[in-house]
């Protein structure tokens, strides 16, 4: 099988968080960092993420993210846990109640491949324990993430206890970091064939290689860059939907009304008018 090895690897910029929605709305309750990868973890994880909060004596926060196509292992107050790629959720949420600490690690598309040793097809639409992807005691970790002084030495933490762990690098894993990068980063890639195009192979061909090393097909990749597209960009401003539908590839305007209100619960215009809410006036000041 043959694939062009000039994509380039995927790396999410700082601070991108496309795929969480009503962003302002949640930077006024929880704190989220990003913290790099050790060298040896490096080829299969984009980066290690912490969210802190403190809701005592407030009602509970319930945040939304859109699904993207990374595996994430995360050490939570109350477990620990591998999660798939879900095709069949639609936002996931996440409910956030009295004062807690989540460290997760975001494997790079086909970066969990490696780790796993079978088709990461095989944690596809589900939760799975941790000793699926690692064999580590992921209840004195989860113990330890809480305990630790801060964010940053949490993640400290489970970089090291991953690292005698990590399997030797895989050159796929680069291959197919750049196919999703490129389906992310370019609008023009509307269908599984231009995909396919780019990676100098065959869509049968293409849709076995991210069966196996993202869990989904490349139509799914498609679809959810898509999605975060236009999540980000009614997050920013106002947006001239029936271009953007164009640019996006969708059919019509009403095709991504659809698709957009399937997977995020209301329509682009109505979550766009919900997100400039949100914001706070100028000179306001946030609070946790």
Do not use: K
């Not at 945040?63 to 595996?71: C, D, E, G, W």
């Not at 999660?83 to 109640?97: I, K, N, P, Q, V």
């Not at 005691?137 to 990590?166: F, G, I, T």
């Not at 019509?252 to 997100?275: C, K, M, N, T, W």
């Amino acid at each position: 099988m043959y694939f062009r090895d000039t994509i380039a690897p995927v790396r999410a910029p700082d601070g991108d968080s496309r795929g969480i929605l009503h962003p302002e709305a949640g930077a006024a309750v929880f704190a989220l960092a990003r913290h790099h990868p050790s060298a040896v973890l490096a080829p299969f994880v984009d980066y290690l993420w912490s969210v802190e909060w403190d809701r005592s004596g407030l009602p509970p926060h319930v945040q939304r993210i859109l699904p993207n196509p990374s595996v994430h292992l995360t050490f939570e107050p109350t477990q620990a846990r591998v999660t798939g790629l879900s095709r069949r959720r639609a936002a996931f949420e996440y409910r956030l109640t009295g004062g807690g600490r989540v460290l997760g690690v975001r494997f790079r598309p086909g970066g969990a491949r490696p780790w796993l040793g079978r088709p990461v097809s095989a944690l596809t639409d589900r939760e799975a324990p941790v000793a699926e992807l690692v064999a580590l005691d992921d209840v004195a970790l989860s113990a330890a993430v809480q305990a630790a002084p801060d964010a940053d030495a949490a993640a400290a933490l489970v970089d090291a206890a991953l690292v005698p762990l990590a399997p030797p690098p895989h050159p796929t894993v680069e291959v197919v970091a750049g196919l999703v990068a490129a389906v992310q980063g370019d609008p023009a890639i509307r269908r599984a064939a231009d995909l396919a195009a780019l990676a100098g192979t065959g869509v049968r061909s293409l849709q076995r290689l991210c069966a196996e090393w993202v869990g989904v097909g490349p139509t799914w990749l498609v679809r959810c860059a898509r999605l975060h597209e236009a999540a980000g960009r009614a997050a920013g401003g106002p947006v001239d939907w029936a271009a953007l539908a164009v640019e996006l590839g969708y059919a019509d305007q009403s095709h991504l009304v659809r698709d957009f209100a399937r997977v995020i619960g209301e329509p682009p215009a109505r979550y766009a008018r919900s997100v400039s809410s949100d914001r706070p006036p100028p000179g306001a000041s946030r609070g946790r």
